[in-house]
């Protein structure tokens, strides 16, 4: 069986997990956050130190892209990667924005400030860093994905691809640190969003999701009980 390892609550893990239930895949999940990876798991699993990472027998693969396309060649249907080459070509640099950029913004300067450091770090938030987001970098992208979304349901095409997860997942991490798109703003994002989040395998891996935060905290809150 397929192993993943990686919190579920990493955008990359859970790019991974949105396309193993698309694909109705079953898998193992090692709940390892970044914060927990050791020299072993480095030199037998991912040499960057990074999460996800796949396990299956003696096959290991590193790298949520590389994983979401070996899924899609052992389970084509239903087909997350275009064929035909232009829309094919679309969804990689849709994944890749979502990756690079969707991550620095929304992951980095969001979610790690508002959420990680908190929480987790027991660290303060750059509130300065956060509003730069809000006011400037946030703004940017919607307007970019805006365009690309007034004519179309879907970032490429008429169906769910491997492009809109990727995107999606990301902007779900700010949302669990309390972003909320503005809908006299960001009316056509609004809708696209709820459209990806309405979305069978989408809705299925955030219902597990909201189990998971509960456990965690419902330990966090055993350990300061002692």
């Known amino acids: ?17 949105i396309v193993l239930a698309a694909k109705g895949i079953p898998f193992e999940a090692n709940e390892i956050t970044p914060f927990e990876l050791t020299d072993e798991y480095r030199q037998n699993f991912h040499p960057l130190g990074k999460i996800p990472c796949l396990e299956e027998d003696d096959f290991i693969l590193p790298d949520s892209s590389a994983i979401c396309n070996y899924l899609e060649g052992i389970q084509p249907e239903p087909r997350l990667i275009p064929t035909e080459p232009k829309a094919r070509a679309r969804t990689a640099w849709f994944e890749e924005y979502a990756d690079s950029e969707g991550a620095r913004v929304f992951g980095g300067m969001f979610f790690f400030e508002r959420w990680v450091k908190p929480l987790l770090l027991k660290q303060e938030t750059n509130e300065e860093l956060v509003q730069t987001a809000l006011e400037k970098d946030i703004p940017r992208i919607f307007n970019y994905l805006n365009r690309n979304l007034e004519n179309s349901p879907f970032l490429v095409g008429d169906s769910l691809t491997l492009a809109d997860i990727s995107l999606f997942t990301q902007v779900h991490n700010a949302n669990l640190a309390g972003f909320l798109v503005d809908r006299g703003s960001w009316p056509v994002i609004v809708d696209y969003f709820k459209r990806i989040s309405d979305q069978e395998p989408v809705a299925k891996v955030l219902s597990e999701e909201v189990d998971f935060l509960k456990e965690m905290e419902r330990q966090a809150k055993e350990r300061e009980a002692g």
């Open 1 to 17: 069986m397929i192993k993943i390892h990686g919190v579920r609550l990493s955008p990359f893990v859970r790019k991974v997990h």
